[in-house]
């Protein structure tokens, strides 16, 4: 089984795209990913509410696209409901994107967010962001208690998902921006194969960039196996999704 | 396939990288990507000591054929730098010369010095590999590959996110090479890069042992490129441009 946690759809204000779902859809179909974790580009640059319908609707219509919803906390009226909603209607999985939309994640509307999102059991996917953000997130996030997992860590605050992935047993984190060697093998050896988890970025960064990470990695196959899927089925909920 | 690297490291990163800033993990790293050379430049040499790191880059180049130098020369001490590539260019494991812009060296590449030294490196060199983080440094070295047209530059990183920019340098400039390790694996950057300049200035290199050459190789993988396209990239452009042939 191979599962993909990081993947999106939508149009970019900065360059003209081909990230229709069908353009995602084919390229996790060439790729041979079984399911994938989505989300609309609108709901990020936009309006998370439509966004989330959006992304509802694409997985609604495609069995392998699993639904990720976003909210804004900058704009506080209808946050804490669309938490609500989403949860109602079915999305497990909430995804942040604080350095875009700029606000940072010990900001109060976010931390109201977390609570309500607790309550719900759901996961939460944020970014690592500069140094000191991931170590945030396992102060102030992780007791929280629902899982997290760190999006986007790179070589420069590696040490810091180390850290924090040892650290709390509720932090995991995402591959794609592994790009050094051994990496992947460290967090294991630091953190356990478990707290790893496969994702790509597609279709804005090239799949097989990721994907080679992890297939290159002197790992066992159970635990390779479990880093581009059991992970991900397991720790995020995925089991009958 | 068979692969040059274009763009390696001998030197201690402050990361975890385990293994990193040795022999063996560089040739580990070359036996399991099919690396037949990879061209270095020294770590020591860029952050603290270009004698000192030059002098034990020489060392390895030379007990370990797998193993190519860049001689790493600095705007800041242009002297010493040529002194440098005399001591070294003629030896046999030397294929280059690297140079830092800004970052390390703490010298732009529009600075009156960094000019002053990419002259004398085109005095001594025929291939020079430079980071690029973004087009601007492109194209100040654009205007320097219009005046040294007999120095190749080596377009390190390929300005990143402005690579498209980059190989359209490249398309006028005969001189310019891109070369696309980067930890911003941007999908599409690869075939948007040859379909403006052609694979034929396009070399492979991975920024090893700091990135894993499996990152940069499944990039180009993705990138649908024909086996010619592929031959070029990952061997035949470099061993030209570094005489491997």
Not at chain 1, 55 to 75: K, S
Not at chain 2, 156 to 179: C, F, I, V, W
Request: glycine share 8%.
């Amino acid at each position: 089984m191979l599962v993909d946690i990081n993947t999106c759809f939508g149009k970019s204000p900065k360059q003209r795209v081909d990230w229709s779902p069908e353009t995602l859809l084919s390229l996790l179909e060439d790729k041979a990913v079984d399911r994938a974790l989505t989300y609309s580009l609108r709901g990020v640059l936009y309006d998370f509410v439509t966004g989330n319908d959006e992304t509802w609707e694409v997985c609604d219509r495609y069995e392998r696209l699993i639904p990720v919803a976003t909210i804004d906390p900058r704009r506080h009226f209808g946050c804490l409901e669309e938490v609500e909603r989403c949860a109602d209607r079915g999305f497990r999985v909430f995804r942040f994107f604080p350095d875009e939309q700029g606000w940072t994640i010990n900001s109060k509307p976010f931390l109201n967010l977390c609570e309500a999102i607790a309550e719900h059991g759901a996961v939460m996917l944020l970014p690592a962001g500069a140094t000191g953000h991931q170590t945030l997130i396992g102060e102030i996030i992780a007791p929280f208690g629902f899982n997290i997992v760190i999006i986007g860590a790179g070589y420069g605050v590696n040490a810091e998902t180390y850290a924090v992935a040892a650290e709390y047993d509720n932090v995991f984190a995402e591959t794609h921006m592994f790009d050094t060697p051994g990496t992947i093998e460290g967090l294991v050896w630091v953190a356990g194969p478990h707290k790893v988890i496969f994702g790509s970025n597609s279709p804005d960064r090239y799949f097989g960039a990721a994907y080679a990470m992890v297939q290159h990695a002197e790992l066992s196959d159970e635990d390779r196996a479990a880093i581009l899927g059991g992970n991900a089925l397991k720790y995020l909920h995925l089991e009958g999704s | 396939m068979k692969k040059i690297d274009a763009h390696a490291h001998y030197g201690v990163w402050n990361f975890p990288i385990p293994h990193c800033g040795t022999v063996d993990n560089l040739l580990r790293l070359c036996d399991k990507h099919d690396v037949a050379h990879a061209v270095c430049s020294s770590g020591l040499a860029i952050l603290y000591d270009m004698e000192e790191g030059n002098a034990e880059m020489a060392e390895i180049v030379a007990e370990h054929e797998q193993l190519l130098g860049y001689v790493y020369v600095n705007p800041n001490f242009i002297p010493e730098s040529i002194a440098e590539m005399e001591r070294y260019l003629p030896e046999d494991g030397f294929v280059g010369v690297k140079i830092y812009t800004a970052g390390y060296s703490g010298v732009p590449a529009d600075a009156p010095i960094f000019e002053d030294m990419v002259a004398e490196v085109a005095r001594y060199a025929s291939a020079m590999l430079i980071h690029t983080y973004d087009i601007e440094v492109g194209r100040t070295l654009a205007g320097y590959a219009e005046k040294h047209p007999g120095l190749n530059f080596i377009m390190g990183h390929a300005a990143a996110m402005d690579s498209d920019q980059a190989a359209k340098l490249a398309r006028t400039h005969p001189n310019m090479y891109l070369e696309f390790c980067s930890s911003w694996a941007g999908k599409g950057k690869v075939e948007r890069a040859i379909d403006i300049c052609g694979a034929e200035q396009i070399l492979y290199g991975s920024d090893m042992d700091l990135i894993d050459p499996a990152f940069i190789i499944g990039m180009f993988e993705d990138a649908g490129l024909t086996e010619e396209q592929k031959q070029m990239i990952y061997y035949d452009n470099a061993a030209r441009l570094f005489g491997l042939l």
